[in-house]
C-alpha cells in the first residue's frame, strides 16, 4: 500500500527538541521530493519545510529558519524533521508529504500522511 | 514569504457553481506555473484537486478546475454537491525552494 507514516510527535517545553520520522512505503522513495507542512489547532496549512529528491535543494519557512532541519534517509524510505529551540507557536499537527514526481521542491502535494500531533507547553 | 490571499468563506447551493480566488505577487503565483489547490474535510488530510494551475489528477471529479490570471489563481467547482462542503487551500511556488499556503476557504453548499 501507497502509504506515510509519522511519528515522534509529543508535548514538549518551550526550548525543547523533537524529531519527527515519516515512514514511506509503496512507493519508491528516491523518486519524490518530500516535504513537511504543519497545521496549528483550528487554523490553516503552512509549509514548514521541503526538500527535492537527493536533499541537493532544501526550503524552510521564515518562522522556522534557523531551528528545524529537514532530512531523509533513502536506506530507510524515510523523511525526518529535527525541530529545535521549539515556540508555543509551533504547536500543530504536523503532516508529512510527497510532491509529484515531475517537480524538484515539492508544491503539488499528492500523498499525504495522517499527520503527528506537537504540542509545545511549559 | 507572505501568505497568499483567499476569501475566508465561499458558498453555492447544489448544482450551482462557485469560484474560490488565491491573490498571491508577482513573485510566486504570477511567477510560476506551480499552484495547486486541495480540498479538506474535517478531521482528515488535505487531498491535491488541482497541480499546475489547472491539472487535475486522476480520480478527480471534472467539476473542479483552475486558472490563472497575473497574481490570482482561481478554483471553480461546478454542478456543486453535497459533498464539496470543506476548506479549500491554494498554495504556490515561491522562488528559493519555497512553498507557500493561502489562509484557506470554508466552502459551504447552502
Known amino acids: 500500500e501507497v502509504q506515510l507514516v509519522e511519528s515522534g510527535g509529543g508535548v514538549v517545553r518551550p526550548g525543547g527538541s523533537l524529531r519527527l520520522s515519516c515512514a514511506a512505503s509503496?512507493?519508491?522513495?528516491?523518486?519524490?521530493?518530500m516535504t513537511w507542512v504543519r497545521q496549528a489547532p483550528g487554523k490553516g496549512l503552512e509549509c514548514v519545510s521541503g526538500?527535492?529528491?537527493?536533499?541537493?535543494?532544501?526550503g524552510y519557512a521564515d518562522s522556522v529558519k534557523g531551528r528545524f532541519t529537514i532530512s531523509r534517509d533513502s536506506a530507510k524510505n524515510s523523511l525526518y524533521l529535527q525541530m529545535n529551540n521549539l515556540r508555543a507557536e509551533d504547536t500543530a499537527l504536523y503532516y508529512c508529504?510527497?510532491?509529484?514526481?515531475?517537480?524538484?521542491?515539492?508544491?503539488?502535494?499528492?500523498?499525504w500522511g495522517r499527520g503527528t500531533l506537537v504540542t509545545v507547553s511549559s | 514569504q507572505s501568505a497568499l490571499t483567499q476569501p475566508p468563506s465561499a458558498s453555492g447551493s447544489p448544482g450551482q457553481s462557485v469560484t474560490i480566488s488565491c491573490t498571491g505577487t508577482?513573485?510566486?503565483?504570477?511567477?510560476?506555473?506551480?499552484v495547486s489547490w486541495y480540498q479538506q474535510h474535517p478531521g482528515k488530510a488535505p487531498k491535491l484537486m488541482i497541480y499546475?494551475?489547472?491539472k487535475r489528477p486522476s480520480g478527480v471529479p471534472d467539476r473542479f478546475s483552475g486558472s490563472k490570471s497575473g497574481n490570482t489563481a482561481s478554483l471553480t467547482v461546478s454542478g456543486l454537491q453535497a459533498e464539496d462542503e470543506a476548506d479549500y487551500y491554494c498554495?504556490?511556488?515561491?522562488?528559493?525552494?519555497?512553498?507557500?499556503f493561502g489562509g484557506g476557504t470554508k466552502l459551504t453548499v447552502l
Open positions: 498554495n504556490s511556488y515561491a522562488g528559493n525552494n519555497n512553498v507557500v
Open positions: 508577482s513573485s510566486d503565483v504570477g511567477d510560476y506555473k506551480y
Open positions: 508529504a510527497r510532491g509529484r514526481r515531475e517537480e524538484n521542491i515539492p508544491v503539488a502535494l499528492d500523498l
Open positions: 499546475e494551475v489547472s
Open positions: 526538500m527535492n529528491w537527493n536533499g541537493d535543494n532544501r
Open positions: 509503496g512507493f519508491t522513495f528516491d523518486d519524490y521530493g
